[in-house]
C-alpha cells in the first residue's frame, strides 16, 4: 500500500511560488544591470531617503538651467552676430562718405552715398528684426514681434522732422532729437519693443544675462547716422552743396563716434557669453560630483548584477527542468 505524504501533494505549490521567487530576482537583477541602481532605494536605505531626495532635487534644477543656459548661449551668439553685422554696415558706410567727401567729385557722388545709406539702414533694421526660434532677439520683452518699423516708415518719419531744415547743423540736432528725446518719435513712433528681454534662471538666485533691444543708445546711434546719410539723397532737401558736404562729414563723424559705444555693447555682450560658459561648466562639474554622490548610495556594481543574474538564471532553468520532471513522473517510474 502506497501512502501520499502532505509534503509531496505541497510540492508542486512549493515549486511555483520558487518559481515566482526566481522570476522577481530576475527582473530586479535584470533592473539593476539595466539603471544602474538599486531597484527599491527605500528598502536599500532603510527609509532614509533625505540625502537622496536632495540629490534628485539638485540634479532636476541642474538639468533645467543647463537648458536654460544652452538656450541663452544661442540667443547670445546670434546678438553677437547681428552687432557684428552692425558695426560693419557702419564702417563700410563711412568709408563711402569719406570717399565721397574727399573726391569732391559733384552732387552725384554724395546721391551715391545717400542710396547706400538706405541700403545700409534697410539692412540694419534688418539685421536688428532677426529672430531665434520664433523670439524676436532685440524687441526686449515683446518676442513676438520685430523691434523696428519698415525702412520706408522710418524715412518718412525723418522727413517730416527735418523738413525746413537748410543747414547740416539743424538737421543733425533734429536727428538727435528725434532718435534720443526720452518719449520723442523714436520711442513713440519707430521702436515697437517694449520692457527688457528676460534671462531667465541659470542657477538657483541667478538670472541669465540679458540681451539690448533695439533702443539701446548704441543702436540708436548707427541708426541716426544711417538715416542721416540717407538724407544725402532727399531731393527736397534744397541743401546747398557746402552743406550737403557737411552733412556727409557729420555723418561719418557720427558713425565713427558712435562705433566705440556699440563696440562695449558687444564687450557686455562678450561679457555675458562667458558667464554663460562659465555656469555650464560649474553645473557640469557639480552634477558629475552628485551622480557619483547618488551612485554611492543606491548604485550597484555592473559586474555584481550581471554574476546575480546569471546565477539566478541557472537557477530558474533548473527549476523548470526539475518541474518539468516531476510533472512526468508516474507510478510505473516510481516503481523503477
Given at each position: 500500500?502506497?501512502?501520499?505524504?502532505?509534503?509531496?501533494?505541497?510540492?508542486?505549490?512549493?515549486?511555483?511560488?520558487?518559481?515566482?521567487?526566481?522570476?522577481?530576482?530576475?527582473?530586479?537583477?535584470?533592473?539593476?544591470?539595466?539603471?544602474?541602481?538599486?531597484?527599491?532605494?527605500?528598502?536599500?536605505?532603510?527609509?532614509?531617503?533625505?540625502?537622496?531626495?536632495?540629490?534628485?532635487?539638485?540634479?532636476?534644477?541642474?538639468?533645467?538651467?543647463?537648458?536654460?543656459?544652452?538656450?541663452?548661449?544661442?540667443?547670445?551668439?546670434?546678438?553677437?552676430?547681428a552687432l557684428q553685422r552692425?558695426?560693419?554696415?557702419?564702417?563700410?558706410?563711412?568709408?563711402?562718405?569719406?570717399?565721397?567727401?574727399?573726391?569732391?567729385?559733384?552732387?552725384?557722388?554724395?546721391?551715391?552715398?545717400?542710396?547706400?545709406?538706405?541700403?545700409?539702414?534697410?539692412?540694419?533694421?534688418?539685421?536688428?528684426?532677426?529672430?531665434?526660434?520664433?523670439?524676436?532677439?532685440f524687441s526686449g520683452a515683446?518676442?513676438?514681434?520685430?523691434?523696428?518699423?519698415?525702412?520706408?516708415?522710418?524715412?518718412?518719419?525723418?522727413?517730416?522732422?527735418?523738413?525746413?531744415l537748410t543747414t547740416a547743423?539743424?538737421?543733425?540736432?533734429?536727428?538727435?532729437?528725434?532718435?534720443?528725446?526720452?518719449?520723442?518719435?523714436?520711442?513713440?513712433?519707430?521702436?515697437?519693443?517694449?520692457?527688457?528681454?528676460?534671462?531667465?534662471?541659470?542657477?538657483?538666485?541667478?538670472?541669465?544675462?540679458?540681451?539690448?533691444?533695439?533702443?539701446?543708445?548704441?543702436?540708436?546711434?548707427?541708426?541716426?547716422?544711417?538715416?542721416?546719410?540717407?538724407?544725402?539723397?532727399?531731393?527736397?532737401?534744397?541743401?546747398?552743396?557746402?552743406?550737403?558736404?557737411?552733412?556727409?562729414?557729420?555723418?561719418?563723424?557720427?558713425?565713427?563716434?558712435?562705433?566705440?559705444?556699440?563696440?562695449?555693447?558687444?564687450?557686455?555682450?562678450?561679457?555675458?557669453?562667458?558667464?554663460?560658459?562659465?555656469?555650464?561648466?560649474?553645473?557640469?562639474?557639480?552634477?558629475?560630483?552628485?551622480?557619483?554622490?547618488?551612485?554611492?548610495?543606491?548604485?550597484?556594481?555592473?559586474?555584481?548584477?550581471?554574476?546575480?543574474?546569471?546565477?539566478?538564471?541557472?537557477?530558474?532553468?533548473?527549476?523548470?527542468?526539475?518541474?518539468?520532471?516531476?510533472?512526468?513522473?508516474?507510478?510505473?517510474?516510481?516503481?523503477?
Amino acid at each position: 500500500m502506497s501512502w501520499v505524504s502532505l509534503g509531496s501533494l505541497s510540492l508542486p505549490f512549493q515549486m511555483q511560488r520558487n518559481g515566482v521567487q526566481l522570476r522577481l530576482e530576475m527582473a530586479q537583477h535584470s533592473s539593476e544591470l539595466t539603471t544602474g541602481k538599486v531597484q527599491a532605494p527605500q528598502r536599500h536605505l532603510r527609509g532614509d531617503l533625505g540625502e537622496l531626495s536632495v540629490i534628485e532635487s539638485r540634479l532636476t534644477r541642474i538639468t533645467t538651467y543647463e537648458t536654460v543656459i544652452g538656450q541663452n548661449q544661442t540667443l547670445q551668439e546670434a546678438a553677437q552676430t547681428a552687432l557684428q553685422r552692425l558695426s560693419s554696415l557702419g564702417s563700410l558706410l563711412s568709408n563711402q562718405v569719406l570717399t565721397a567727401a574727399f573726391a569732391d567729385s559733384g552732387d552725384q557722388s554724395y546721391e551715391s552715398v545717400g542710396a547706400s545709406a538706405r541700403v545700409a539702414l534697410g539692412d540694419m533694421v534688418s539685421v536688428l528684426s532677426t529672430s531665434v526660434a520664433g523670439r524676436a532677439l532685440f524687441s526686449g520683452a515683446a518676442v513676438d514681434r520685430g523691434p523696428l518699423l519698415p525702412v520706408e516708415d522710418i524715412m518718412a518719419a525723418v522727413r517730416t522732422a527735418v523738413t525746413g531744415l537748410t543747414t547740416a547743423d539743424d538737421i543733425s540736432d533734429a536727428l538727435e532729437s528725434f532718435f534720443f528725446d526720452p518719449g520723442g518719435p523714436f520711442e513713440a513712433l519707430i521702436y515697437k519693443g517694449t520692457g527688457t528681454s528676460p534671462g531667465g534662471a541659470i542657477d538657483d538666485f541667478e538670472s541669465g544675462p540679458t540681451i539690448p533691444d533695439a533702443a539701446d543708445p548704441a543702436i540708436r546711434g548707427h541708426l541716426m547716422a544711417a538715416a542721416m546719410g540717407a538724407l544725402l539723397d532727399e531731393p527736397d532737401m534744397n541743401l546747398s552743396r557746402t552743406e550737403i558736404r557737411n552733412l556727409a562729414f557729420k555723418t561719418m563723424e557720427f558713425i565713427e563716434s558712435n562705433g566705440v559705444a556699440l563696440t562695449a555693447l558687444q564687450a557686455q555682450i562678450g561679457f555675458g557669453q562667458e558667464l554663460l560658459e562659465q555656469r555650464a561648466h560649474r553645473l557640469s562639474h557639480e552634477k558629475d560630483a552628485l551622480v557619483r554622490a547618488r551612485h554611492n548610495l543606491i548604485g550597484t556594481d555592473p559586474f555584481e548584477s550581471a554574476s546575480l543574474l546569471e546565477e539566478t538564471r541557472h537557477r530558474l532553468e533548473s527549476l523548470y527542468a526539475i518541474t518539468s520532471r516531476v510533472s512526468r513522473l508516474s507510478l510505473l517510474e516510481y516503481l523503477r
